[in-house]
């Protein structure tokens, strides 16, 4: 049953992300070098026929890692099946208007409002291709890596001693859980430093986007007791207790990352709001305005 959940669960994966960054990398550019004319005629019919895929693949690949995980297998089932079953949410909540305007009959294909608004959804396509790639590799690694390291795997009963066994697998793993860790971080610091120039150039859109990224790695980190899953993941495999072990990042700043970038994301948060409002606030002002002059003639 684990096994089979297992299976499902990387397979509708793997076809979902492969499908997705297919989407993103051929067929939309390609769909645009045709013009914006011929691009808006060929939207609707690929978009039902790749909705369906879509719903069907992430539906049934959250379901089979969430099969996994109850079939005694990892949290981190349980965690790729969200990364991957969250695309669905964020097309209904985030993408889903703009497919609306695109499958609009009333618009123009020819003008540069359609161009604008496929431009867009290419940016948000996107979000579900890295998604998707994200859930693909962990299952990956889920599969490969940790089979290496279950203890009714083969390794028991091969000819070398448990040591060596040990140092084999702990080396390249702990290399790639660092190496995994630094990517995760650079994504999540970037965000936090790239958060407040949202605000300011009235992308809220992207801020809120974010603002979600971070937020969910505080949940990870909530549920976790405080540390990363991944520094829990590599301390397997070292002895070392430096606040670096887990990371290629200089010792002082593993030590103070959560207080350096909670900061900064506090701090950008209040920047957001403070332009968020302001926008809002001058809005009104405007049609305040607007509302009284069309009064007084």
Same mark, same amino acid.
């Given at each position: 049953m684990r096994q089979l959940a297992e299976f499902i669960a990387v397979l509708a994966c793997g076809l979902f992300a492969g499908a997705a960054v297919y989407v993103s990398? #051929?067929?939309?550019?390609?769909?645009? +070098?045709?013009?914006?004319?011929?691009?808006?005629? +060929?939207?609707p019919p690929s978009y039902r026929r790749g909705t369906i895929l879509q719903v069907t693949l992430a539906a049934l690949g959250l379901l089979a890692s969430v099969a996994a995980w109850l079939a005694g297998a990892t949290f981190w089932w349980l965690v790729g099946g969200v990364l991957l079953g969250s695309v669905i949410p964020?097309?209904?909540?985030?993408?889903? %208007?703009t497919n609306k305007q695109l499958l609009n009959p009333t618009l123009d294909r020819r003008s540069? +409002?359609?161009e604008r608004l496929f431009a867009r959804w290419g940016r948000l396509h996107s979000v579900r291709s890295i998604l998707s790639a994200l859930a693909l590799l962990l299952f990956l690694y889920l599969v490969i890596f940790m089979k290496a390291l279950d203890p009714e795997s083969d390794?028991?009963?091969?000819?070398?001693? %448990?040591?060596?066994?040990?140092?084999?697998?702990?080396? %390249?793993m702990l290399t790639a859980i660092k190496l995994l860790h630094t990517v995760v971080w650079a994504i999540l610091a970037g965000s936090i430093v790239v958060l407040p120039l949202t605000g300011v150039l009235r992308r809220f859109r992207w801020a809120?986007?974010?603002?979600?990224l971070v937020l969910l790695e505080c949940g990870v980190l909530a549920v976790n007791g405080g540390r990363c899953p991944l520094s829990d993941m590599a301390q397997r495999f070292t002895d070392s207790h430096?606040?670096?072990?887990?990371?290629?990042? %200089?010792?002082?700043?593993?030590?103070?990352?959560? #207080?350096?970038?909670?900061?900064l994301f506090f701090a950008g948060e209040l920047v957001v709001l403070g332009c968020w409002f302001r926008e809002r606030s001058a809005k009104h002002q405007d049609s305040s305005t607007t509302t009284a002059?069309?009064?007084?003639e």
């Open positions: 990398l #051929v067929e939309h550019p390609a769909r645009m +070098e045709c013009g914006v004319e011929i691009a808006a005629t +060929e939207f964020f097309t209904l909540i985030v993408i889903l %208007p540069a +409002e359609t390794c028991r009963h091969c000819s070398l001693i %448990p040591d060596c066994c040990i140092l084999r697998v702990a080396i %390249p809120a986007i974010l603002s979600g430096a606040n670096n072990f887990d990371i290629y990042l %200089p010792n002082w700043l593993a030590q103070y990352n959560k #207080v350096i970038f909670g900061v002059t069309s009064n007084f």
